[in-house]
Protein backbone atom coordinates (compact mmCIF):
# COMPACT_ATOMS: atom_id res chain seq x y z
CA UNK A 1 0.00 0.00 0.00
CA UNK A 2 0.94 3.02 0.21
CA UNK A 3 1.72 3.84 -3.33
CA UNK A 4 1.99 7.56 -4.96
CA UNK A 5 2.71 7.95 -8.97
CA UNK A 6 4.49 10.48 -10.71
CA UNK A 7 4.03 11.80 -14.06
CA UNK A 8 5.83 12.11 -16.26
CA UNK A 9 9.37 10.11 -15.22
CA UNK A 10 11.01 12.70 -17.51
CA UNK A 11 11.18 15.78 -19.92
CA UNK A 12 12.82 17.56 -22.07
CA UNK A 13 11.61 20.92 -23.10
CA UNK A 14 12.13 23.92 -24.50
CA UNK A 15 13.25 27.56 -22.48
CA UNK A 16 10.07 29.41 -22.31
CA UNK A 17 7.49 26.50 -22.09
CA UNK A 18 5.98 25.44 -19.28
CA UNK A 19 5.74 21.63 -17.97
CA UNK A 20 3.11 20.05 -15.74
CA UNK A 21 4.14 17.00 -13.66
CA UNK A 22 1.56 14.88 -11.63
CA UNK A 23 1.79 13.15 -8.34
CA UNK A 24 -1.33 10.99 -7.83
CA UNK A 25 -1.60 8.75 -4.67
CA UNK A 26 -3.06 5.18 -6.44
CA UNK A 27 -4.07 3.84 -3.03
CA UNK A 28 -4.89 6.04 -0.59
CA UNK A 29 -6.58 9.79 -0.10
CA UNK A 30 -4.04 12.03 0.84
CA UNK A 31 -4.92 15.06 2.60
CA UNK A 32 -1.58 16.45 2.33
CA UNK A 33 0.95 16.77 -0.69
CA UNK A 34 4.19 18.00 -0.92
CA UNK A 35 6.86 19.42 -3.48
CA UNK A 36 10.24 18.68 -3.56
CA UNK A 37 13.61 19.27 -5.52
CA UNK A 38 16.65 17.21 -5.24
CA UNK A 39 20.01 18.84 -6.92
CA UNK A 40 22.77 16.12 -7.45
CA UNK A 41 24.04 14.90 -4.25
CA UNK A 42 21.82 16.79 -1.98
CA UNK A 43 19.01 16.47 0.33
CA UNK A 44 15.53 17.46 -0.80
CA UNK A 45 14.01 20.88 -1.03
CA UNK A 46 10.76 21.98 -0.23
CA UNK A 47 9.16 23.58 -2.05
CA UNK A 48 5.52 23.80 -0.98
CA UNK A 49 2.67 21.82 0.76
CA UNK A 50 -0.70 21.34 -0.20
CA UNK A 51 -3.90 20.61 0.83
CA UNK A 52 -6.57 19.34 -1.08
CA UNK A 53 -9.18 21.95 -1.87
CA UNK A 54 -7.24 24.84 -0.58
CA UNK A 55 -4.18 27.13 -1.69
CA UNK A 56 -0.71 25.69 -1.36
CA UNK A 57 2.21 26.81 0.96
CA UNK A 58 5.20 28.18 -0.76
CA UNK A 59 8.31 27.82 1.19
CA UNK A 60 10.85 31.28 1.60
CA UNK A 61 12.24 31.88 -1.62
CA UNK A 62 10.16 29.56 -3.56
CA UNK A 63 7.90 32.05 -6.52
CA UNK A 64 4.02 30.47 -6.51
CA UNK A 65 3.83 32.38 -9.93
CA UNK A 66 6.66 30.12 -11.21
CA UNK A 67 5.86 27.14 -9.71
CA UNK A 68 2.03 26.35 -9.77
CA UNK A 69 0.81 24.04 -7.46
CA UNK A 70 -3.19 22.74 -8.03
CA UNK A 71 -4.59 20.16 -5.72
CA UNK A 72 -7.60 19.32 -6.90
CA UNK A 73 -8.27 15.96 -5.35
CA UNK A 74 -7.26 13.61 -2.55
CA UNK A 75 -5.32 11.72 -4.78
CA UNK A 76 -4.59 14.26 -7.39
CA UNK A 77 -1.59 17.43 -7.12
CA UNK A 78 0.24 18.75 -10.13
CA UNK A 79 2.85 21.07 -10.43
CA UNK A 80 3.63 23.38 -12.80
CA UNK A 81 6.32 24.81 -14.53
CA UNK A 82 5.72 27.65 -16.02
CA UNK A 83 8.21 29.65 -18.17
CA UNK A 84 10.68 27.17 -17.54
CA UNK A 85 14.83 28.24 -17.73
CA UNK A 86 17.95 25.91 -17.71
CA UNK A 87 17.93 26.55 -14.25
CA UNK A 88 14.90 24.97 -13.49
CA UNK A 89 16.41 21.92 -14.57
CA UNK A 90 16.45 19.23 -11.49
CA UNK A 91 14.65 16.34 -10.20
CA UNK A 92 11.40 16.68 -8.79
CA UNK A 93 9.26 15.16 -6.32
CA UNK A 94 6.08 14.50 -4.82
CA UNK A 95 5.25 13.14 -1.65
CA UNK A 96 1.31 12.43 -0.17
CA UNK A 97 0.79 12.04 3.37
CA UNK A 98 -2.53 10.90 5.06
CA UNK A 99 -2.68 11.75 9.04
CA UNK A 100 -0.31 9.77 10.33
CA UNK A 101 2.37 12.46 8.78
CA UNK A 102 4.42 9.51 7.30
CA UNK A 103 4.96 11.25 3.79
CA UNK A 104 5.12 8.52 1.50
CA UNK A 105 7.67 9.74 -2.12
CA UNK A 106 6.54 9.39 -5.68
CA UNK A 107 9.49 8.25 -7.65
CA UNK A 108 10.34 11.52 -8.93
CA UNK A 109 10.71 13.20 -12.70
CA UNK A 110 13.34 14.79 -14.27
CA UNK A 111 13.52 18.14 -15.55
CA UNK A 112 15.56 19.39 -18.19
CA UNK A 113 15.22 22.34 -19.83
CA UNK A 114 17.51 23.24 -23.17
CA UNK B 1 15.48 26.37 14.13
CA UNK B 2 15.72 22.45 13.55
CA UNK B 3 18.81 21.20 12.26
CA UNK B 4 19.16 17.75 11.56
CA UNK B 5 22.28 16.44 9.87
CA UNK B 6 24.47 13.24 9.51
CA UNK B 7 27.93 12.41 11.21
CA UNK B 8 29.19 10.41 7.96
CA UNK B 9 28.29 11.59 4.18
CA UNK B 10 29.72 8.23 3.26
CA UNK B 11 29.67 4.60 4.46
CA UNK B 12 31.33 1.51 2.66
CA UNK B 13 30.70 -1.91 4.21
CA UNK B 14 31.35 -5.60 3.19
CA UNK B 15 28.71 -7.84 2.29
CA UNK B 16 27.11 -9.73 5.12
CA UNK B 17 28.05 -7.00 7.42
CA UNK B 18 25.88 -4.94 9.95
CA UNK B 19 25.46 -0.90 8.92
CA UNK B 20 25.53 1.79 10.95
CA UNK B 21 23.72 5.41 10.02
CA UNK B 22 23.57 7.96 12.55
CA UNK B 23 21.57 11.42 12.45
CA UNK B 24 21.59 13.71 14.59
CA UNK B 25 19.00 16.34 15.26
CA UNK B 26 18.48 19.62 17.63
CA UNK B 27 15.22 20.48 18.43
CA UNK B 28 14.19 18.60 21.90
CA UNK B 29 10.49 18.70 21.01
CA UNK B 30 11.05 16.80 18.25
CA UNK B 31 8.45 13.60 18.60
CA UNK B 32 8.38 11.74 14.94
CA UNK B 33 11.65 10.71 13.08
CA UNK B 34 11.27 8.11 9.60
CA UNK B 35 14.01 6.81 7.96
CA UNK B 36 14.22 6.61 4.25
CA UNK B 37 16.36 4.67 1.48
CA UNK B 38 16.53 6.95 -1.86
CA UNK B 39 18.31 4.69 -4.80
CA UNK B 40 20.23 6.50 -7.37
CA UNK B 41 17.49 8.34 -9.94
CA UNK B 42 14.73 7.46 -7.83
CA UNK B 43 12.08 8.49 -4.98
CA UNK B 44 12.73 8.38 -1.37
CA UNK B 45 11.25 4.92 0.00
CA UNK B 46 10.25 4.74 3.10
CA UNK B 47 11.92 2.27 5.45
CA UNK B 48 10.92 2.70 8.76
CA UNK B 49 9.95 4.97 11.64
CA UNK B 50 9.83 5.62 15.32
CA UNK B 51 7.55 8.15 17.55
CA UNK B 52 9.48 9.83 20.85
CA UNK B 53 7.95 7.59 23.19
CA UNK B 54 9.83 4.75 22.10
CA UNK B 55 13.50 4.33 22.05
CA UNK B 56 13.89 1.10 19.43
CA UNK B 57 11.64 -0.38 16.78
CA UNK B 58 12.48 -3.22 14.66
CA UNK B 59 11.70 -4.32 11.38
CA UNK B 60 13.06 -6.78 8.86
CA UNK B 61 16.45 -6.20 8.64
CA UNK B 62 16.66 -2.84 10.08
CA UNK B 63 15.93 -1.25 13.54
CA UNK B 64 16.19 2.09 14.05
CA UNK B 65 17.43 3.05 17.98
CA UNK B 66 16.53 6.64 19.30
CA UNK B 67 18.29 8.46 22.09
CA UNK B 68 16.42 11.49 23.19
CA UNK B 69 19.09 12.81 25.70
CA UNK B 70 21.99 13.32 23.32
CA UNK B 71 19.19 13.35 20.54
CA UNK B 72 20.75 11.08 17.81
CA UNK B 73 19.15 8.37 16.04
CA UNK B 74 20.55 5.69 14.07
CA UNK B 75 19.60 2.90 11.82
CA UNK B 76 21.07 -0.33 11.96
CA UNK B 77 20.86 -2.44 8.69
CA UNK B 78 21.62 -6.76 9.44
CA UNK B 79 23.68 -8.54 6.96
CA UNK B 80 23.95 -5.88 4.70
CA UNK B 81 23.19 -6.64 1.26
CA UNK B 82 24.60 -5.61 -2.31
CA UNK B 83 20.90 -4.19 -2.74
CA UNK B 84 21.00 -2.61 0.06
CA UNK B 85 23.66 0.28 -1.37
CA UNK B 86 21.26 3.71 -1.33
CA UNK B 87 21.10 7.12 0.08
CA UNK B 88 19.56 6.93 3.58
CA UNK B 89 18.58 10.18 5.58
CA UNK B 90 16.41 10.66 8.20
CA UNK B 91 13.30 12.87 8.33
CA UNK B 92 12.51 14.75 11.87
CA UNK B 93 9.67 16.47 13.27
CA UNK B 94 10.13 18.70 15.18
CA UNK B 95 7.97 22.11 14.16
CA UNK B 96 7.70 20.92 10.48
CA UNK B 97 9.55 17.85 8.65
CA UNK B 98 13.25 18.31 8.31
CA UNK B 99 15.52 16.02 6.09
CA UNK B 100 19.08 15.16 6.55
CA UNK B 101 21.58 15.69 3.54
CA UNK B 102 22.28 11.60 4.21
CA UNK B 103 24.62 8.81 3.85
CA UNK B 104 25.85 7.24 0.95
CA UNK B 105 26.02 3.26 1.58
CA UNK B 106 27.98 1.33 -0.48
CA UNK B 107 28.12 -2.36 0.19
CA UNK B 108 30.93 -4.32 -1.34
CA UNK B 109 30.84 -8.04 -2.64
Not at chain 1, 79 to 102: G, K, M, N, R, W
Not at chain 2, 45 to 69: A, E, H, P
Request: aromatic letters at 10%.
Amino acid sequence: GAVVSQHPSWVICKSGTSVKIECRSLDFQATTMFWYRQFPKQSLMLMATSNEGSKATYEQGVEKDKFLINHASLTLSTLTVTSAHPEDSSFYICSASQSTDTQYFGPGTRLTVL
Amino acid sequence: GENVGLHLPTLSVQEGDNSIINCAYSNSASDYFIWYKQESGKGPQFIIDIRSNMDKRQGQRVTVLLNKTVKHLSLQIAATQPGDSAVYFCAVRGNDMRFGAGTRLTVKP
